[in-house]
Each structure stands twice: as structure tokens, then as C-alpha cells.
């Protein structure tokens, strides 16, 4: 989980869906697993970056969650997007 929420946010979503099957993983789960990790293998130069040049870019974050709201199974869910604007 670290990875996907501190470096690699393009994996975020993949491992919080695979997240909810690590109880009872089947196959289908362990290959779609193995699918993740190829792909990071694949894209070794993605990372987050911040550059001392880019200190003056101002960098938006939105963030936005609900804590077990859906009332048939009680799930979270969190969601967020980061955008950086230049004048």
C-alpha cells in the first residue's frame, strides 16, 4: 500500500481494489497481482518528483472521502486529484 499511495499513485486504485480480496484471494486475483507488478517493471522512470525550480508552481491537492456511507456493505472510499498551475 505504501507504494501506491506515497510513490506510484498510477497503482493506487489497482491495489486498493485488489486490497479488498486478500482474505480470500482466488486466481483471477493473483494474476490481475502479477499484472500490477509487471507493469511497474515495465514503468521504472514513473515516480513522484519535486524539483527545488518547481518550488514556485503551486501544486493543488483535492482530496475527497466517505467513511462507510454506503449502507449495504458499509465500504470507504477516497479519491483525489492533484494539479499544478502555471502562470
Known sequence: MYAA???RL???HAIHFLGQFSALPTKTHLVAAKRVLWYLKGTPMMRITYNYDSYDIPLWVYR???FACNLTDRESYTGQIIKTFRH
Open 64 to 66: 475527497d472521502s466517505s
Open 10 to 12: 498510477d497503482i493506487a
Open 5 to 7: 499511495t506515497a510513490t
